[in-house]
């Protein structure tokens, strides 16, 4: 056996770098056969002449001849704008594509990567809220392994391992809470993007932080878990769990529970996915109990943040409902972040979108792609 080939799309973020770290470690195990970034061309270039993949891409055109000029030497294919993504994955002969873009960018080159065949290890988690029935079912018609790499579904996969004919009763998502555990509507009245950004056990990207602080991702998480593991709205719960050590739970009809555990580190799911079937031994820090004597669940306040009520009715809904949500929310953070809107509206924001674009019960792809793009131009004008 050689080794296997991986597609890293969206290498110089917070997943796509971590996933490199894991490749360093097993070197004899993994090669890579492209990197593709959105903007930061001078680490995308530092990747590159490391690992030397096939192909590249930069999103931003207007720096695809410096990246081009700095690998001119290395005999590297250097593709440039959104649409390069989709058509590098006709190009490459990966075995494994790891999508680590950030939101509805993620779902084209996933689909075209399923169409070709090759397996999924899935950190963009909006490509199962967008198109969840449509992405599926091309996996199930190409063959195609889906591997989660969200520590959540991660976890829901690695307990379900040996139980294929074991019925699930429900599984339990867990959730940090977020910097803002705890608090009422009141008390998150003037909060500043600072503050939301301060997650307090995982790093990650301005998008995904934000999203926790609201429990938007505890939400986008709920709908890609019925689509990744055939489940029911009634079928999912979730839990607040302050110290981020058990990952998620399943129950099976006979009221048994499994649970994954560990330390907050997404290197441990990335390992999982690209190195599935195998466990690969890691220097991963260890848990111990006796660092960890208290672990502690709650309810979740979904009257205070309000986000993940929203996707749960966008289940619910079904149709193109979650893809109106999906769309609304990329558009809300980025409006906050920008000090367009306060915290509080971001909720708000996204109920006005699901209740101001048409829906759609049975959509098609094209559909999906027109209900994004009308989603954001309705969330781009919210208050004016």
Same mark, same amino acid.
């Given at each position: 056996m050689g080794k296997k080939k991986i597609a890293v799309l969206g290498s110089t973020? &917070?997943?796509g770098t971590q996933t490199l770290d894991v490749v360093r470690a097993h070197a004899e195990q993994f090669e890579i056969d492209v990197l593709t970034a959105g903007n930061n061309a001078s680490l995308l270039i530092e990747q590159s002449l490391e690992f030397t993949p096939s192909f590249v891409v930069i999103g931003n055109e207007e720096k695809y001849v410096e990246v081009k000029d700095a690998l001119a030497s290395k005999g590297i294919q250097v593709f440039a704008g959104e649409s390069a993504l989709t058509e590098v994955m006709e190009m490459t002969n990966a075995d494994i594509v790891l999508t680590a873009l950030v939101g509805y960018a993620g779902l084209l080159p996933t689909l075209k990567a399923i169409d070709r065949g090759m397996d999924i290890a899935l950190a963009n988690k909006e490509t199962l809220v967008v198109a969840g029935e449509i992405v599926m079912e091309q996996a199930r018609q190409k063959g195609v392994h889906i591997h989660p790499v969200d520590s959540e579904h991660s976890a829901i996969y690695q307990c379900l391992i040996g139980e /294929? &004919? $074991?019925?699930?009763? !429900?599984i339990i998502l867990t959730a940090s809470g977020g910097p803002f555990r705890g608090r009422k509507r009141a008390d998150l009245a003037q909060v500043t993007k600072e503050q939301a950004l301060k997650h307090p056990n995982w790093d990650m990207g301005a998008k995904i932080t934000i999203d926790s602080a609201s429990l938007m991702n505890k939400g986008l998480e709920v709908i890609e878990a019925k689509w990744l593991f055939d489940l029911t709205p009634e079928q999912i719960d979730v839990v607040v769990h302050p110290q &981020? =050590? =058990?990952? &998620? +739970? #399943?129950?099976?009809?006979d009221g048994s529970i499994k649970a994954q555990l560990g330390l907050p580190d997404m290197k +441990?799911? =990335?390992q999982y996915a690209i190195g599935y079937p195998n466990r690969l031994p890691s220097n991963f820090e260890r848990f111990s109990f006796l660092?960890?004597?208290n672990l502690t669940f709650e309810q979740p306040d979904k009257e205070t943040f309000r986000n993940l009520q929203l996707a749960f009715d966008a289940l619910e809904k079904g149709g193109n409902m979650a893809c109106i949500l999906n769309a609304a $929310? /990329? #558009?809300a953070v980025q409006r906050f972040l920008n000090d367009e809107i306060k915290f509080l509206e971001l909720a708000e924001l996204n109920e006005a979108c699901m209740q101001k674009v048409a829906f759609i019960a049975h959509p098609t792809l094209q559909d999906y792609i027109e209900t994004d !793009? /009308?989603?954001r131009r309705v969330a781009a004008t919210y208050g004016s």
């Open positions: 973020g &917070s997943i /294929e &004919s $074991n019925p699930i009763e !429900k &981020s =050590i =058990i990952h &998620s +739970l #399943v129950q099976f009809e +441990l799911p =990335i660092d960890y004597p $929310n /990329e #558009v !793009k /009308e989603a």
